[in-house]
């Protein structure tokens, strides 16, 4: 009986891990066609066009093949964020509140292009040992850091973050070495201050587009969804990164590929964020992207100019329909 008990809960787990693989699948399946969908145009109607968070000097092979492909008008109408606030673009340290975050204030303690910035968005949740693995790499680079973590809700019980090496946080304060954040932070904002000088992101394209906006050479951990296409132009194209992590597509905002070690972790943050040929040729290469994504939405720049086309095709179809 207890074999044949054995069994069943055998069978019974195998069957659920058939399942699980072939909702897995199903799930690429659908993300696939989705994206040929939209690329083939067949989402929108005949006379739509496409509005994009990027602009055509970034990466403009791309640009006019998605043009060519689609079928449609397309307006590359970033970065959205220097639009969203010309009256401070090229400001050290802007900000659209009265009050400046208490992190800003930190950062004006530091070196010119001295710290790194970690931030991984506000969807992806990590394991209490992947963020220990973290820690330990930030420490041991020896670089300045301003980390962005996300954490799930905890109990009033629970308040501690046991996930941090003991003595962590009184040794980043004593040292002025790093600064963690819970919650929310001021990106943009941060991005663009002067002592900022590398990005650890999971490479979504806000993000992607805020640090190539920034100037800024990045370190990509791609998690899910489109993140894998845009490391590869970050690293591969425009070659202004590295890539680290174990290259596992996650099906979810629960983290669950293979953990990545700190040294990984610090090997990546010591090229970076150092002195070698290789890194300052990135850095330079990261400081041109920045000068062209800012031209672009200046008067006569391509972005700036996508948006004149489209406000013109707007009044063209308000006469229309009046008509």
Not at 144 to 151: G, T, Y
Request: proline share 4%.
């Amino acid at each position: 009986m207890e074999a044949m008990a054995a069994m069943e809960a055998q069978q019974a787990q195998n069957s659920g891990a058939q399942e699980t693989r072939e909702k897995r699948s199903d799930v690429v399946r659908r993300s696939v066609d989705l994206v040929n969908r939209i690329i083939r145009g067949e989402l929108f109607p005949p006379r739509t066009g496409i509005i994009l968070n990027t602009c055509h000097d970034i990466e403009p092979a791309y640009s006019d093949h998605f043009k060519k492909v689609s079928g449609r008008k397309c307006w590359n109408l970033g970065p959205l964020s220097l639009f969203a606030d010309r009256n401070n673009v090229g400001k050290e340290n802007n900000s659209s509140t009265e009050e400046k975050h208490s992190c800003l204030s930190w950062l004006d303690t530091q070196k010119p292009n001295s710290v790194l910035y970690v931030c991984f968005g506000s969807m992806a949740h990590f394991s209490d040992a992947q963020l220990t693995q973290m820690a330990l790499a930030f420490e041991a680079s020896g670089h300045p850091f301003v980390w962005v973590v996300r954490r799930k809700e905890k109990s009033e019980e629970n308040q501690k973050e046991s996930w941090l090496p003991e003595g962590y946080e009184e040794r980043m304060l004593r040292d002025n070495r790093g600064l963690i954040i819970m919650g929310w932070a001021p990106q943009v904002q941060i991005l663009d201050h002067q002592a900022v000088g590398g990005f650890l992101s999971h490479s979504s394209w806000n993000s992607l587009i805020e640090g190539f906006t920034a100037g800024l050479p990045l370190i990509s951990w791609p998690l899910f969804a489109e993140h894998f296409y845009n490391s590869k132009l970050l690293t591969q194209v425009l070659k202004i990164g590295v890539e680290i992590g174990p290259g596992v597509w996650n099906y979810g905002i629960e983290i669950k590929s293979p953990l990545v070690g700190n040294d990984e972790f610090t090997k990546a943050i010591t090229f970076l964020m150092g002195g070698s040929p290789e890194a300052v040729e990135m850095r330079r290469r990261a400081e041109e992207i920045g000068i062209k994504a800012k031209r672009a939405t200046e008067e006569g720049g391509c972005s700036y100019c996508d948006l004149t086309a489209l406000i013109d095709d707007l009044k063209a179809c308000a006469v229309d329909a009046r008509i």
